[in-house]
T-cell receptor, first 112, second 113 residues
Framework: QKEVEQDPGPLSVPEGAIVSLNCTYSNSAFQYFMWYRQYSRKGPELLMYTYSSGNKEDGRFTAQVDKSSKYISLFIRDSQPSDSATYLCAFRPTDSWGKLQFGAGTQVVVTP | DSGVTQTPKHLITATGQRVTLRCSPRSGDLSVYWYQQSLDQGLQFLIQYYNGEERAKGNILERFSAQQFPDLHSELNLSSLELGDSALYFC????????????FGQGTRLTVV
């Protein structure tokens, strides 16, 4: 079993819809949870990070963490064509100096 | 623009050759991380340096090595290249050792022919 599972998509939604992305993980040592956005042929860009269960909002983005179920989600409200990208979840355990464990990434396409 | 600079952007080389990828971190960042992204393996952590010292190692092959210099730039050396080494190689940097907020460069696309 992989440490991180993420549906690769593609996930196609109409402009203005809510995009819902999620990842499951199996490593209980993961204590920091992140979402990155990667446009084609570009480097990943940090969108949000959190270390506690619950919701965290930043503009149109909401990150949700459920440590008991080992499940994290990212919601994008009022999606725009510019949100079309690959979204990667990432995890870091407390005992790791710097290693991030990434999901495979979900490709999102927002159609006008 | 993340502030992390990687050169070159593209590299095409033959099997068996050796290449060096270069990374300049964001101003003031002491940690540098190298990642490999391939279609079948996704984004994989290779190695981390902090202020010139190796701090963490991932699934880095013995044919690969890295270092961080006193001016904090880093180089990733790949030798005896194989077709399977073709991938995007990313460098990321952060202010501290803990990688919670890492900023990625644009990557070097390596093609081994």
């Amino acid at each position: 079993q992989k440490e991180v599972e993420q549906d690769p998509g593609p996930l196609s939604v109409p402009e203005g819809a809510i995009v819902s992305l999620n990842c499951t993980y199996s490593n209980s040592a993961f204590q920091y949870f992140m979402w990155y956005r990667q446009y084609s042929r570009k480097g990943p860009e940090l969108l949000m990070y959190t270390y506690s269960s619950g919701n965290k909002e930043d503009g149109r983005f909401t990150a949700q963490v459920d440590k008991s179920s080992k499940y994290i989600s990212l919601f994008i409200r009022d999606s725009q064509p510019s949100d079309s990208a690959t979204y990667l979840c990432a995890f870091r355990p407390t005992d790791s100096w710097g290693k991030l464990q990434f999901g495979a990434g979900t490709q999102v396409v927002v159609t006008p | 623009d993340s502030g992390v600079t990687q050169t070159p952007k593209h590299l095409i080389t033959a099997t068996g050759q050796r290449v060096t990828l270069r990374c300049s971190p964001r101003s003031g960042d002491l940690s540098v991380y190298w990642y490999q992204q391939s279609l079948d393996q996704g984004l994989q952590f290779l190695i981390q340096y902090y202020n010139g010292e190796e701090r963490a190692k991932g699934n880095i092959l013995e044919r690969f090595s890295a270092q961080q210099f006193p001016d904090l730039h880093s180089e990733l050396n790949l030798s005896s290249l194989e077709l399977g080494d073709s991938a995007l190689y990313f460098c990321a940097s952060s202010p501290r050792t803990m990688n919670t907020e890492a900023f990625f460069g644009q990557g070097t696309r390596l093609t081994v022919v």
